[in-house]
């Protein structure tokens, strides 16, 4: 084949590599980790390997080429074992449907590949290298596809070898080079924009989301509340005798308290909860989807949790008490805010009864 040929199948790679940059960005936006992710990186580069195949360079019936060992080496690194899988196997299924020749190579290349791939990915980095180096090791596992030659007769496996190898070679790791380069580069960038988003939405002493998300959610539930009747409860708690904690052992002590109180409320209270930092030594739990029956049942539970905690200061055991004020929408109204002073309100005369106890928002 001529050289514009070549230059014809670098530039669809580069076509590919646009698809898969943009795609995977939106993918690792909405899905953050765990197999999900992995199954979404398969099926997205899966995808991408099947549209390089429909529009393949063919060099004789039945044997061509495209861009999917560039896809498959890498697809391992981003979509881990579940990820490689998906993509090996719907690539797979689609080059036998293709047909020809050069199927059965075509699927033992994929394998092979996609094999490669994963053995490379569970290297130790300094094994491998970073960087281009890394890449170009990558790029140089896609010539584990020579395989498919084995599945061809003698003197088209032969023409092949003298005529292709070295071409199609230099595109797949022109290709890897190119496409990891950005995918990192992607990866990064999202990265840094999720670590100033949690800047921006977290109380950097307790961990637990700031008064800006409180309020967000707040809204969201009050909406829920208002047209589709969902209730939800809100939990409100102060730390007891807090001034003389910090008096007495210091502030830096009274920073250490707070954040002891909040890693047990975290443990306490359900993953569709929301506890933030509300201000000082306050903290608010929003209950989605929780009437007052059930609010007050998490609101003991965080109450007896954090009273049988125990806090270290030295050699001296510190144990440490909340009072709590709880509201609910189901009365008299959904609005958010007018809940949240609800809480207010019975938190204080939680206070006011002696402390270390949980009081219900007054019906109005």
């Given amino acids: 084949m001529q050289i514009d040929t070549y230059v014809v199948s670098l530039i669809r ?150 005529t292709a190898t070295l071409p199609v070679t230099v595109v797949n790791i022109l290709g890897v080079l190119l496409l990891s380069d950005l995918l990192e580069r992607e990866q990064y960038r999202i990265g840094i924009q999720r670590a100033l988003e949690n800047e921006a939405s977290l109380d950097p002493l307790t961990k637990l989301p700031n008064r800006r998300v409180l309020q967000r959610e707040g809204d969201r539930c009050s909406k829920d509340a208002g047209a589709r009747r969902i209730p939800f409860s809100i939990i409100m708690l102060d730390i007891d005798h807090f001034k003389k904690i910090n008096d007495s052992y210091g502030h830096s002590f009274g920073d250490t308290v707070l954040a002891r109180l909040a890693d047990v409320i975290r443990q306490t209270v359900r993953k569709t909860d929301i506890a933030a930092r509300y201000g000082g030594e306050e903290i608010v739990v929003l209950l989605p989807n929780t009437d007052t029956r059930a609010a007050v049942v998490v609101a003991e539970k965080i109450r007896k949790d954090i009273e049988a905690a125990i806090v270290m200061f030295g050699q001296e055991t510190i144990r440490v008490t909340v009072s709590i004020g709880i509201a609910c929408s189901l009365e008299p109204t959904t609005d958010f805010k007018y809940v949240l002073e609800a809480a207010d309100k019975a938190l204080y005369r939680a206070k006011a009864g002696g402390r270390n106890r949980a009081e219900l928002a007054e019906a109005a």
């Avoid at 075509?106 to 490379?120: D, K, M, N």
């Avoid at 090791?137 to 896609?142: C, I, P, R, S, V």
């Fill in 13 to 162: 790679v580069l076509g590919q590599v646009a698809i898969i940059v943009y795609a995977y960005s939106w993918v690792i936006r909405i899905v953050e980790r765990g197999a999900l992710k992995s199954v979404a990186v398969g099926l997205l580069f899966g995808l991408v390997g099947i549209l390089s195949m429909g529009d393949p360079i063919r060099w004789m019936p039945g044997v061509i080429q495209d861009g999917r060992s560039i896809l498959l080496v890498l697809t391992p690194v981003y979509g881990g074992f579940l990820g490689t899988v998906v993509a090996a196997a719907m690539m797979s299924l689609f080059r036998f449907m293709v047909g020809g020749m050069g199927a059965a190579g075509g699927i033992a290349g994929i394998v092979v590949v996609a094999f490669a791939g994963y053995v490379l990915s569970l290297l130790p980095r300094q094994w491998v290298g970073t960087g281009w180096r890394r890449s170009s090791l990558f790029g140089l596992a896609t010539c584990t596809s020579i395989i498919v030659l084995v599945f061809l007769p003698w003197v088209v496996a032969r023409e092949l070898f003298l």
